[in-house]
């Protein structure tokens, strides 16, 4: 019994196994090259979710900006306070997901 690794986790799993006991991937009756269309596949598929939440991370952000550039709000006002909030926030949101999608494209 030799140990392989899953497509979809890439933990290391039994090469008898029907399916994977962490992520419950069924790779019984597939070929490698199967799972390997299966693994780009969900591969794809995370960085096109990291992309879009990166998107709209920087979406928030803009608005955020736009409004204090716009409104110009008083400092010290809750106006001001949640601008500055969410313009912070969005900013942290899109680098998060951006290293995340870094990580993703390195596990090919």
């Known amino acids: 019994m030799a140990l392989a690794q899953c497509p979809s986790c890439r933990k ?4 008898k196994a029907t399916e994977c006991p962490h992520c419950q991937f069924v790779f019984a009756g597939q070929s490698e090259q199967d799972l390997e ?4 596949r969900i591969q794809q598929e995370k960085r096109d ?10 979406l928030i952000a803009i608005a955020g900006f736009v409004y204090l550039f716009l409104q110009q709000p008083m400092p010290e006002t809750w106006q001001y ?11 942290l949101w899109f680098v998060v997901n951006r290293v995340q999608l870094l990580f993703v494209k390195r596990k090919r």
């Open 81 to 91: 306070n949640v601008a500055v909030g969410v313009l912070v926030a969005g900013l």
């Open 12 to 15: 290391r799993v039994s090469s």
């Open 49 to 58: 979710k990291l992309v879009s939440r990166s998107m709209l991370a920087l």
């Open 37 to 40: 269309r299966e693994f780009i």
